[in-house]
């Protein structure tokens, strides 16, 4: 059925051709590469740099390198990326096993936190990276772009990737970093995309207090009105399970129930143009409160299974799709007469996502602190520069914004728009790659050091509380066993 959807995409879009065959034989090429990135994510499950992500990324651009050299460039078009896939199809189950798996404790005590950095630290990275851009393309000779690309450019790097968050993150390891970097993620994600259909929305020659007011406004509207929908979808799940008790008769009707009802809730925010992506995240959420201890115990199993195995699914798709779209050959046909300037150009894009990202990160950290009572609530300085590096990853909903702002039906024929692309297909391999990498080895070690101090200072207060934690527990045991 998910594939059926897939190849009714491509053909929709004219990627594939539309005989039976060849829409046969993409999808025994995806499936066949999907199964060789479980299997090499498998083997390399206890690698120290390499996750599924960059795995499958790797393996997308290989195969495309492949295809091309096998069809001399004929068959580039197959690589074109879809925004209705991603949007529709595979972001929807990965944001709602995200909400619906977090530990809810954690998340909402930093709540406040996750809201500073996700929606004020996104404006202030996108005004960042929005006037870098203005001051210095403008002095570049890379084709002709208004107010409202350099804007657009802003917000579709303001885009964390909180797919790859997922990846490179353990909430169960790092549950403070976690429950921070990637609920920013998730509220970042909803606030580009509210930026950027925004900027296209709004008048930009005549920009005045009136619409900025309107702005902010709007982005609260949409902000509430998504979390309310959200929680409405999850809290009509469980009372329809709790009062029909679905479960005494059929298991499978009450996860089919959870599924769809989790769905619905993601397209009634895109009919109603509130963000799908906060909608479904609280929906998740919802349910793991709710509606999952209202079903039989089976369900129960079934469905944590059953969520989190079409989360995985539709994450390796992704990254194996982008891989794979960023060798469709006529983008980088438009640039090939330039490369250092293309690469000028990445090279740019990437430093202003660096120090976007950092404009926010370290000041809101320090707000955040001044309201945090006990110091070990704080966010100390090795934990803030692990937030900014875990957050510089950019991935599809950047080419996804990109695509939609730069070219029609996943083509361009604009010199500048191809070096956009171009650009944002570099900065999303090299940040998700790079920057992949490296975050696990950061929070290890950062996890090293803050064993050894523990160690190195028993007398603190932390210590101290743990000590009497165990000396409690234990204490409590002893007694039993001179019982027995």
Request: aromatic share 12%; charged share 15%; glycine share 8%.
């Amino acid at each position: 059925m998910a594939f059926g959807l897939v190849a009714q995409q491509f053909v929709r879009l004219g990627i594939l051709s539309t005989s039976d065959h060849a829409s046969v034989v993409s999808i025994n090429l995806f499936v066949a590469l999907l199964c060789g990135c479980i299997v090499i994510g498998h083997l390399l499950e206890e690698s120290r740099w390499i996750n599924e992500s960059i795995t499958a990324l790797v393996i997308g651009v290989c195969t495309g390198v492949v295809i091309l050299l096998t069809t001399k460039g004929k068959s580039s078009h197959i690589f074109v990326f879809s925004e209705d896939l991603f949007f529709i199809y595979l972001l929807p189950p990965i944001i709602f096993n995200a909400g619906f798996q977090v530990k809810k404790k954690q998340f909402f005590r930093n709540f406040m936190t996750i809201m500073l950095f996700g929606a004020i630290g996104t404006l202030i990275s996108f005004f960042t990276i929005s006037l870098g851009a203005i001051a210095l393309f403008r002095k570049m000779d890379i084709g002709t772009l208004d107010i409202g690309d350099f804007l657009a450019i802003g917000a579709i790097f303001s885009a964390t990737d909180s797919v790859c968050t997922l990846q490179v993150l353990n909430q169960d390891e790092t549950p403070l970093l976690y429950s921070l970097v990637f609920g920013e993620g998730v509220v970042n994600d909803a606030t580009s995309v509210v930026l950027f259909n925004a900027i296209q929305n709004f008048d930009l020659v005549h920009i005045d207090a009136i619409i900025i007011l309107k702005f902010v406004g709007n982005f609260g509207y949409l902000f509430i009105s998504s979390t309310l929908l959200g929680a409405f979808g999850g809290l009509l799940s469980a009372y329809i399970i709790k009062k029909l008790y679905i479960g005494r008769h059929s298991t499978d009707r009450e996860v089919a129930l959870m599924i769809l009802m989790a769905y619905l809730s993601y397209m009634l925010a895109e009919l109603l143009n509130l963000s799908g992506i906060l909608t479904v995240f609280f929906c998740g959420i919802v349910m793991s409160h709710y509606t999952w201890h209202n079903v039989t115990e089976s369900s129960r199993v079934t469905t944590k299974h059953a969520f989190a195995t079409l989360s995985f699914i539709a994450e390796i798709f992704l990254f194996l799709y982008v891989g794979m779209d960023a060798l469709d050959i006529e983008k980088w046909r438009f640039v090939s007469d330039s490369p250092g300037k293309s690469l000028r150009v990445s090279s740019i894009l990437l430093g202003l996502v660096l120090v976007g990202r950092a404009a926010f990160v370290f000041p809101l950290s320090f707000l955040s602190n001044l309201t945090k009572k006990s110091r070990y609530e704080r966010i100390i300085f090795k934990q803030q520069v692990t937030i900014w590096w875990a957050g510089l990853m950019r991935g599809a909903v950047s080419i996804a914004l990109a695509y939609n702002q730069f070219t029609r039906s996943g083509h361009t024929q604009l010199r500048g728009n191809a070096f956009m692309i171009t650009s944002t297909i570099t900065v999303v391999l090299f940040s998700t790659v790079v920057f992949g990498l490296m975050t696990k080895p950061l929070i290890r070690d950062q996890k090293k050091k803050e064993e050894n101090s523990q160690v190195d200072h028993p007398a603190s207060e932390c210590s101290l509380a743990n000590q009497l934690i165990r000396f409690t527990t234990t204490g409590a045991k002893r007694p039993q066993l001179a019982v027995s």
